[in-house]
């Protein structure tokens, strides 16, 4: 067994004075009893730092343009310059607190670094599932701001799930969530992203697709049926051409329906001659997807994961009652992502062990937020708020951040890199 270094902080989502021995290192956690926790561990490192350019403004993506290759440039005690990879838990309207975390993180990159960077300058790869994925579109094909992310999710949430059937037939609704394609329209979430699209310049039906210099990566989960494994929807060619079909012919919106389509909220979208329903139920959390695809495209380079959750989802002991219980406890064990991070992390111990990968999860509060409850907005900031102004987490966010300054800005982002 690897034994960790004497500088281990391990982060969990448990709130103050519930976490016995933060020496403790990975393997060996002590929580309260009936409480679920998952680690991450960020050892100290030297600092390094780099200039940072000015950011540049969103523009339209340039039909056949390809860049310099990007020299990789040396930073202390890596190989390499890291890779940066971002993913993004699905969660319904409880995305609001993955992008809240995400502000935070990127506000206290700002303060130690002095300079502002968005999430589409500052990582090499976004990756999300279901609305997840809707917000890594938002910040890395669209190349909105954390802020106007924020503000356009809790109007998007509302315009989004506004139910098609009665609230007053409860077994109906819950019949509906069994068994119906969908109880949301699709046609507002479809508007919403075409409306963004027009707003940052680009035509309704602009391609996922993104050749330009300075662009991230960017894919989506999402799946051809309930029993299949996910589908890759990419904003980039992949080296083994797996999905280059969709790569040529999905556009933004589509790509956006595709990875929100789970089969209790809104219906299959078809693009080209397939049906795809969301990635959730399979990939609710991406980080092994992103994981074999940043192994891919960058096989020889070290690559620092930011893994952020949308509040976990209470354990199958849950029982249901009726029939309105059991769709909602089916909901919420699938769609919990803590099991997922968990597997990941021991099956990665060295990227822990070497600071390269963090996991930010609110993991109380939010379990009984029901992922189309739009009217807990302020519930869902409330707690994520407490979270965040945790002693431990605190900590946690802070080293995160010196571990992103000490990587440098994405180098695809300063020098351009050809596709």
């Not at 959390?285 to 976990?312: C, F, Y």
Request: glycine share 8%.
């Amino acid at each position: 067994m690897v034994s960790p270094p004497p500088q281990y902080l391990y982060q969990s989502s448990l709130q103050v004075g519930q976490i016995t021995d933060l020496q403790q290192g990975f393997q060996d956690l002590s929580v309260t009893p009936g409480l679920s926790s998952t680690p991450s561990l960020s050892p100290s490192f030297k600092e390094v730092t780099r200039p940072i350019s000015t950011p540049t403004p969103p523009r339209k993506t340039p039909k056949n343009e390809s860049g310099p290759s990007v020299l990789r440039v040396q930073t202390e005690g890596h190989a390499s310059a890291l890779r940066k990879i971002l993913c993004l838990d699905g969660g319904g309207v409880r995305g609001l607190a993955s992008l809240m975390i995400l502000k935070h993180l990127m506000d206290r990159l700002e303060s130690q670094r002095g300079g502002r960077l968005e999430p589409w300058q500052e990582f090499d790869m976004i990756a999300g599932t279901s609305t997840g994925g809707l917000i890594a579109i938002m910040l890395g094909r669209l190349r909105m701001t954390v802020d106007e992310c924020i503000e356009t999710y809790k109007t998007l949430s509302r315009r989004i799930f506004s139910p098609v059937h009665s609230k007053a037939n409860i077994a109906g609704r819950a019949l509906t969530k069994l068994k119906a394609e969908g109880k949301f329209e699709s046609e507002p979430l479809e508007q919403v992203v075409k409306e963004i699209c027009r707003d940052r310049g680009l035509s309704e039906a602009e391609l996922l697709k993104d050749n330009s210099d300075d662009a991230p990566k960017v894919f989506v989960c999402a799946a051809q049926g309930i029993n299949s494994d996910a589908v890759v929807i990419r904003s980039y060619k992949s080296g083994d051409g797996e999905y280059d079909d969709l790569y040529q012919i999905c556009k933004i919106w589509e790509a956006a329906r595709a990875t929100s389509a789970a089969s209790t909220f809104f219906p299959p979208i078809q693009i080209g001659y397939q049906k795809y329903v969301d990635g959730a139920l399979r990939y609710n959390n991406p980080i092994e997807k992103a994981d074999q695809e940043s192994r891919a495209l960058w096989p020889k380079e070290e690559r620092l994961i930011v893994s952020v959750g949308t509040g976990s989802a209470p354990g199958p002991n849950v029982l249901a009652s009726n029939i309105a219980d059991l769709a909602k406890t089916l909901a919420k064990i699938v769609t919990d992502t803590e099991d997922e991070n968990k597997r990941f992390m021991k099956r990665n111990k060295e990227m822990a062990e070497n600071n390269l990968l963090f996991r930010f999860n609110v993991l109380q509060g939010l379990a009984d937020v029901e992922l189309s409850e739009w009217e807990a907005i302020g519930e869902i900031m409330a707690h994520t708020g407490t979270y965040m102004r945790s002693p431990d987490t605190t900590r946690f966010f802070d080293k995160c951040a010196e571990m992103m300054k000490q990587s440098g800005q994405r180098l695809g982002y300063i020098a351009g890199e050809g596709r």
